[in-house]
């Protein structure tokens, strides 16, 4: 690889086919020293039925866009170019520079495609897809194809053959920043380029000219290197092949004519020109106005746009005509967004808007007919009662006024909770919290969980069951028109872990006092639960939880009236391990 000071390379060689291209003039000393700021800012179309000159370029660096430029290390001085295939076949292509005095200089290109269109290469190549073909090195003689060798280095490839239609983008550079010139032309290949892109076809005319006088119709080609033939068209049935011709129109207006040219290789170009025929002595008067407004001319209102003349009865000369170019201004989308009629909540504000806003028009908003200071958006932040509306100006001067919104803002609702006694509460006790009463009211406590499993979390009063130590209670009010407000209590609860436990029962089968059991608390668990009598013999260990002793033995023996003992072990809901020993007196 050439040694070309490690400079960092754009690509900028591009040659686009694009299909159904707008006809382009080919200026290569213009438009090949224009340095682009994208790929087909500055591009040019070639063919290549002949040999291809121009002047390159100096003094400008590799621009800062980031393309793929595939195997060039830098690209000064770029100069892009696209070509559009018209007969299917391989083609090579020899590229050369040389600087004034003659002397061959380095010369890099890299190319892009096939694509479809103009637009499809130039998207493509901005978002930094690989180059097919690229050549870094520094010969002053670079070599490209299409379905033949070209390029060099890691740049060197035989790409497909290209099909009619197919657009190339190319960039060349010049390396060594010395003012000269870049040839290019065909040197393989059955392929052709279409050389119907370069249409350096100019028409014009001598007009405006009075009705009645010869207007000159001229035709002119930026092409030197072809011969051409022209075809003039025009209203009326006009015809001609001169590539000048004059034509007399005896009425005023404005008339279109078309020129053909016709190469000696048989590229055709065309090309308009329109004249204006004008009465005579036309007076041309230009007025502007808004849409809706009429303008009186000589006692006749007009409010369309366009062109009207007023004729005097003195006929001769061409000062008998005085022309009224009417311009009608539109007037300023004030379309307006969402609901007109809106209500908030006091210390909260909306949003009133226009559709869109439009470039050149200033706003202005109102509010009950008086100028809203500092609101000159087509949209306002809203946070007061009242009737809003915008007035839209454009730089022309022409005004018109939105719909009206009309704003409510709400009164929000007074959130109290009752005030909550300051004892603290055993874990899992159930509590009652209460908010004052309001008018149309909705009520809705938080966090959910506690007042689930009794009153659910919604209602003036409300109960919970509360187990963690301190609880912050929310409380949100709602009035009918959505506004809320808030408060907030704590809720503080205590494990309470004495469980309470008879000291006697009558086991008489009386459906009262058979059983003798612990008496939990909630967030109390029992985990053990064991009764011995005097003797230590062991008559009961918790067979039937949920009743308790019986005050029978194990084998069903009743035991007699006597003190026994017990021991209960269980948690709390502080989650600490408790014991008891006691004794209990059964009775019978």
Same mark, same amino acid.
């Given at each position: ?323 009224? @170019? +009417? !311009? *009608? &201004? $539109?007037? /300023? ?10 209500? %908030? #909540? =006091? ?58 919104? @009309? +704003? !409510? *803002? &709400? $009164?929000? /609702? ?10 603290? %509460? #055993? =874990? ?161």
């Amino acid at each position: 690889m050439k040694n070309k000071n490690n400079t960092p390379i754009l690509s900028k060689w591009h040659v686009l086919l694009t299909c159904c291209f707008a006809v382009v003039s080919l200026l290569f000393s213009n438009k090949a020293n224009a340095q682009a700021a994208g790929p087909c800012d500055s591009i040019s179309p070639f063919c290549t039925d002949d040999t291809t000159t121009y002047t390159n370029q100096t003094g400008v660096p590799t621009p800062p866009f980031n393309f793929n430029l595939g195997c060039l290390g830098s690209a000064p001085n770029q100069a892009w170019f696209y070509m559009q295939i018209a007969t299917t076949g391989p083609m090579q292509f020899n590229i050369s520079q040389n600087n004034t005095a003659g002397t061959p200089i380095d010369v890099d290109f890299a190319m892009w495609g096939p694509f479809t269109s103009m637009t499809q290469g130039c998207s493509q190549v901005s978002s930094n897809a690989a180059p097919i073909q690229c050549s870094y090195s520094a010969a002053a003689v670079e070599q490209a194809g299409l379905g033949m060798p070209g390029g060099t280095g890691s740049g060197a490839s035989t790409p497909p053959i290209p099909n009619a239609g197919e657009i190339y983008l190319i960039v060349i550079t010049n390396f060594s920043n010395q003012p000269g010139t870049v040839t290019f032309n065909q040197s393989g290949g059955t392929g052709e380029t279409d050389c119907s892109i370069i249409c350096g076809l100019h028409a014009s005319n001598n007009g405006p000219v009075c009705q009645g006088t010869p207007a000159t119709l001229t035709a002119t080609n930026d092409d030197t290197t072809h011969t051409f033939d022209y075809l003039w068209t025009g209203p009326g049935g006009f015809t001609s092949t001169l590539q000048n011709p004059s034509v007399i129109i005896n009425s005023p207006g404005v008339f279109t004519f078309t020129v053909r040219s016709i190469s000696n290789e048989n590229d055709t170009c065309n090309e308009q020109t329109t004249i204006e025929i004008l009465a005579t002595n036309l007076m041309p008067t230009d007025i502007s106005i808004c849409s809706g407004e009429t303008y009186n001319w000589f006692g006749k209102e007009y409010y369309n746009a366009g062109t009207y003349d007023t004729t005097f009865t003195n006929m001769a000369g061409c000062d008998s005509v005085v022309r009224l @170019n +009417l !311009t *009608v &201004n $539109p007037l /300023p989308n004030v379309a307006t967004k969402g609901a007109m009629a809106l209500g %908030i #909540c =006091a210390g909260s504000s909306t949003k009133l808007s226009l559709i869109t806003s439009e470039p050149n028009v200033t706003y202005q908003w109102m509010r009950d007919g008086y100028p809203v200071s500092g609101q000159t958006n087509y949209f306002i932040e809203a946070s007061e009662a009242g009737r809003y509306k915008v007035v839209a100006t454009t730089n022309k001067g022409c005004t018109k006024t939105s719909a009206e919104f @009309n +704003l !409510t *803002v &709400n $009164p929000n /609702p007074v959130a109290k909770v009752q005030p909550l006694s300051n004892e603290i %509460i #055993c =874990a899992y006790d159930t509590m009652e919290v209460m908010a004052d009463q309001g008018t149309n009211y909705e009520y809705r406590w938080s966090p959910e969980k506690p007042f689930r499993a009794i009153t659910g979390a919604e209602g003036q009063k409300v109960k919970g069951v509360f187990i963690d130590p301190v609880t912050q209670v929310v409380l949100t009010v709602f009035n009918e028109f959505g506004c809320y407000d808030s408060d907030t209590a704590l809720v503080q609860t205590k494990p309470c872990c004495e469980v309470l436990i008879p000291n006697a029962f009558s086991p008489n089968n009386d459906n009262k006092n058979d059983y003798f059991n612990p008496m939990l608390q909630n967030g109390q668990i029992l985990l053990s639960f064991k009764v011995y009598d005097r003797f230590g013999k062991l008559v009961y260990d918790n067979e039937s939880p949920k009743l308790g002793w019986n005050g029978n033995y194990k084998d069903g023996t009743p035991a007699a009236s006597a003190v026994y003992m017990y021991y209960v072990k269980y948690t709390c809901a502080d989650g600490k391990l408790y014991e008891k020993k006691e004794s209990i007196t059964l009775l019978r």
